[in-house]
C-alpha cells in the first residue's frame, strides 16, 4: 500500500501544501488518541458554554478545536483559520499562502454514546484583495478549494481527501502512526435505495418535501425497498455513501432561521460536496449546485441534498421543478 506523502505528490501537489495537509493529519492523530480515550480521559460530556452556533459545547468539542488552532496558526504557510466554534476568523501569518476552515468534530452528540465524529476540513489560496485576518477571506466558493477532507473516528481512523482529482480514502496504521492508500478512488453509485435524513424534521418541512418523502417511505413504487440510515453525523453518512451509495439529505424547513436549510456552506457543504463530486456524485442546495454557490458570511447555512446523482436529480425535480 502506499503512503500519503507519495500519493501527493504523484498527484502534483506543491510541497507547501503538503505540508500543510501533514499538519492538519498530525492534529487528527491526536484527536483520535483523545477520542480512543473516552471516559479514560475525562474529555467526555458538556462544558457550561455555547458556541456560535448557539450549541452546546461538548469536552471533547473544545479539545479539538484548541489542537487544530494550535497546530496550524505555527505554521508559516498559514494566513488565517476558521473554525465552527469561533464567531469571526483567527489571523495567522500575513504572508502565508494558505486559509484553513474546518468543523473539528461533526457529530459531537454521539461523542458520549460512543458513535460516529469526524473532523472535516477544507484549504483555498489566501485572497489578496482583503486583509489576511478578515472574514472576507473565506467568502470563496466552493470550486475555489484547493484541499477537502475529512478524518472519521470509528473502529479504524479513515482519511478521505481529494486535491482536486479522485476523492481517496487511506487508513490509520497504527503500527507506524501513517495513513496508508486503502481506496484509490472512490465512486458514489449512480443509483441507490438507501438514504440518510433526519425525518423527526418531517413536521417542519414545506409541502413539497412532504410529498417527496411519502412516496419514498409509502406509496411510489420506484421507492421499493427503500432503506433509512442515519447517524446523526453527517461525516458518518457521507462516508457510507461514498463507500457504497445513497443520499443525504438536510432540506429547509419552516422553523426560524432554517429556511435556508441548516448545513454551515463552509465547514460541511462545500468540503464534502467536493469529494462526492470528485467521487461521481452531486450535491445540491435548492437545486443549486452548492459549489457555486457565492457565500456572504463566515457561519452561512444552506439546505442540502447529495450523494447518487440520479436520486439527488430526483430530488431537486420533486421538490422544486414540480
Known amino acids: 500500500m502506499k503512503r500519503l506523502i507519495p500519493v501527493l505528490k504523484n498527484d502534483g501537489v506543491e510541497t507547501d501544501l503538503i505540508m500543510l495537509i501533514r499538519t492538519i493529519l498530525a492534529t487528527s492523530k491526536e484527536i483520535a488518541f483523545r477520542v480512543g480515550q473516552g471516559e479514560l480521559a475525562g474529555v467526555l460530556g458538556s462544558t457550561l458554554d455555547e458556541n456560535i452556533q448557539g450549541e452546546v459545547q461538548k469536552k471533547l468539542d473544545v479539545i479539538a478545536n484548541q489542537l487544530l488552532k494550535d497546530m496550524l496558526l505555527e505554521e508559516d504557510s498559514v494566513a488565517a483559520i476558521a473554525s465552527e466554534e469561533e464567531d469571526h476568523a483567527v489571523p495567522g501569518n500575513p504572508d502565508g499562502r494558505y486559509i484553513v476552515a474546518f468543523d473539528p468534530l461533526d457529530g459531537s452528540s454521539n461523542i ?8 472535516i476540513f477544507t484549504i483555498y489560496a489566501k485572497r489578496d484583495d482583503v486583509p489576511h485576518d478578515s472574514d472576507e477571506q473565506f467568502v470563496q466558493a466552493g470550486i475555489k478549494q484547493l484541499c477537502a477532507g475529512y478524518v472519521l473516528y470509528g473502529p479504524s481512523t479513515l482519511l478521505v481527501m481529494s486535491t482536486g482529482g479522485p476523492t481517496r480514502c487511506y487508513t490509520l496504521d497504527l503500527t507506524h502512526g501513517g495513513f496508508l492508500l486503502t481506496t484509490p478512488e472512490m465512486t458514489v453509485a449512480h443509483e441507490s435505495k438507501e438514504f440518510a435524513v433526519n425525518m423527526a424534521n418531517y413536521r417542519y418541512w414545506h409541502e413539497t418535501i412532504q410529498t417527496y ?3 419514498v417511505l409509502y406509496a411510489s413504487q420506484a421507492f421499493e425497498k427503500s432503506s433509512m440510515r442515519w447517524s446523526a453525523a453527517m461525516v458518518g453518512d457521507i462516508h457510507r455513501i461514498l463507500s457504497r451509495g445513497g443520499t443525504f439529505l438536510y432540506p429547509e ?3 426560524a432561521g432554517n429556511d435556508n436549510g441548516k448545513i454551515r456552506l463552509l465547514y460541511e457543504a462545500n468540503p464534502l460536496s467536493m469529494l ?4 461521481g456524485g452531486q450535491a445540491s442546495a435548492r437545486g443549486q449546485r452548492i459549489l457555486t454557490i457565492e457565500p456572504h458570511s463566515l457561519h452561512q447555512r ?3 441534498v ?3 446523482s440520479s436520486a439527488v436529480a430526483f ?4 421538490v422544486y421543478e414540480s
Open 315 to 318: 430530488f431537486n425535480r420533486t
Open 306 to 308: 447529495m450523494g447518487s
Open 253 to 255: 424547513d419552516k422553523r
Open 213 to 215: 418523502f411519502d412516496n
Open 302 to 304: 444552506v439546505a442540502v
Open 112 to 119: 458520549d454514546v460512543n458513535g460516529q465524529i469526524g473532523t
Open 276 to 279: 462526492i463530486e470528485n467521487a
